[in-house]
């Protein structure tokens, strides 16, 4: 090979590794930092990627305006993908695996569904008292005396309050009845008409829970 031809082969590669490494703005975000960190090219086939989005895509109704959306979304599935492979073999008694959120980065999640506001403490409020810890076990979870009912979906909804509310209820309620029940967080977000914004919320909450019959899920579902 002369030197003229060398020369032209060297410069093609600088010019093919500078085009690889040049990335728009949209792929310079911190979230597709998170997928260029988790996933690795060469082993997709280990994951069987393209199987696992395909019923992704089919199970939770997803489709994508464009192409380029699709393999966007694709991209970030399998970056969550190894991201749950991963904290499997890290936590063996936790289950990780595909969710529809999935196909969502960790800021698109966080925005979403994390839309926790923080809550105004009244002026006479004061801290809780820590008890002793020294008698506890080494571990304790409800859900292994039958006190919590099934994993709920608030989706997007801003209404963790009447989650949290109902679900407090019901554990409260088994330790005096002995009996589980699911209580209706549509009935209590029906009943907030200005959307989680009442100052008194909590105030609220409790009164509709101690003066009125808090129906039960089966009569009162969750949209």
């Avoid at 019959?213 to 009569?219: I, Q, S, V, Y």
Wanted: proline share 4%; glycine share 6%; aromatic share 12%.
């Amino acid at each position: 090979m002369d030197r003229p031809t060398l020369f032209a082969f060297f410069l093609l590669s600088i010019l093919s590794s500078t085009l690889a490494s040049t990335v728009t703005p949209k792929e310079n975000s911190d979230d597709n930092l998170l997928i260029r960190q988790v996933v690795s090219d060469g082993d997709d086939e280990l994951l069987n990627a393209e199987h696992h989005f395909s019923s992704f895509k089919k199970r939770f109704g997803k489709t994508y305006a464009s192409q380029e959306e699709h393999d966007f979304r694709f991209a970030i599935f399998k970056a969550n993908l190894r991201r749950a492979k991963r904290h499997q073999k890290l936590d063996p008694g936790a289950v990780h695996g595909v969710t529809k959120f999935s196909d969502l980065t960790t800021g698109e999640f966080r925005r979403k569904f994390l839309g926790l506001r923080r809550l105004r403490l009244p002026t006479d409020a004061h801290k809780a008292p820590i008890l002793p810890t020294n008698d506890l076990p080494a571990d304790f979870d409800w859900r292994d005396h039958g006190a919590v009912t099934p994993v709920k979906d608030q989706g997007s909804c801003g209404s963790c309050w009447s989650f949290s509310t109902t679900g407090a209820l019901e554990g409260a309620h088994f330790l005096t009845t002995g009996e589980l029940v699911s209580l209706s967080e549509q009935q209590l977000v029906d009943c907030d008409h200005e959307v989680s914004l009442v100052p008194f919320l909590y105030d609220f909450i409790f009164i509709i829970c101690l003066y009125f019959k808090l129906e039960l899920n089966a009569k009162f579902d969750f949209y």
